[in-house]
């Protein structure tokens, strides 16, 4: 069964730090994997990662993947109090007969104080 | 462009009764995805439709829960009768197989309180 795993769980830090958060997976066939932010409504895609060592950037926002050690991190910096939401990490396998849905990680409740 | 539609976003109901969730994908996606989401957790796959056809249904509980897409375009989930642990948000995802490679675009979840 595919497997994902976050950490930590929930982080409280304060506006303009650096964060980094952890992502790791056991998946058979792997296709990819992707973070979504998550507010009080629908998680919205931020980053999808096929390629181990390639850096995606978007804005402060910056993602990576390690295809050896299966795992993936997220970095945000200097945060916003808007960056607080959960963010979410899924993985995509390849299956028989087109099914690709996701198996996402219970995800990091992230928390700026101003 | 529009994004994913459901409907209703909240609904409360009483265990054994029945409900239904609609949702319209994005146009042009041919995949859609109902998922749900128990709080504390993160989505879990229910169900996936290729067009009209189902792709993976294989952890949809299918003695209380039906979905179908008869168009190939909007969906319904249902749920008959409902149990207290079907508490969830139940979101709805899209995504314009096969040049996407998983990306999935979601809609803003209906809220089920069961009772």
């Known amino acids: 069964e595919d497997k994902v795993v976050q950490s930590p769980l929930s982080l409280v830090v304060h506006e303009g730090d650096t964060v980094t958060l952890n992502c790791s997976y056991e998946?058979?066939?792997?296709?990819?994997l992707l973070w979504y932010k998550q507010e009080k409504k629908a998680p919205t895609f931020l980053f999808m990662l096929?390629?181990?060592?390639i850096e995606k950037k978007s804005g402060r926002l910056s993602s990576i993947l390690d295809k050896k050690e299966l795992f993936s991190i997220l970095n945000i910096t200097a945060t916003q109090t808007g960056d607080s939401a959960i963010y979410l990490c899924?993985?995509?396998?390849?299956?028989?007969?087109?099914?690709?849905?996701?198996?996402f990680g219970k995800g990091t409740h992230l928390i700026i104080q101003p | 462009e529009a994004g994913v539609a459901q409907s209703p976003r909240y609904k409360i109901i009483e265990k054994r009764q029945s409900v239904a969730f609609w949702c319209n994908p994005i146009?042009?996606?041919?995949?859609l995805y109902w998922y749900q989401q128990i709080l504390g957790q993160g989505p879990k796959l229910l169900i996936q439709?290729?067009?009209?056809?189902?792709?993976?249904d294989s952890q949809l509980p299918k003695d209380r829960f039906s979905a179908e897409r008869l168009k190939g375009v909007d969906s319904t989930l249902k749920i008959q009768p409902a149990k207290l642990e079907d508490s969830a948000v139940y979101l709805c995802?899209?995504?314009?197989?096969?040049?996407?490679?998983?990306?999935?675009?979601f809609g803003p979840g209906t809220r089920l309180t069961v009772t």
């Open positions: 439709f290729q067009n009209n056809g189902v792709v993976d």
């Open positions: 146009s042009g996606h041919a995949t």
């Open positions: 899924a993985v995509g396998a390849y299956s028989g007969g087109g099914a690709d849905g996701l198996t």
């Open positions: 096929t390629s181990s060592g």
């Open positions: 998946v058979t066939n792997f296709r990819s």
């Open positions: 995802a899209s995504s314009k197989r096969p040049t996407s490679a998983g990306e999935q675009y």
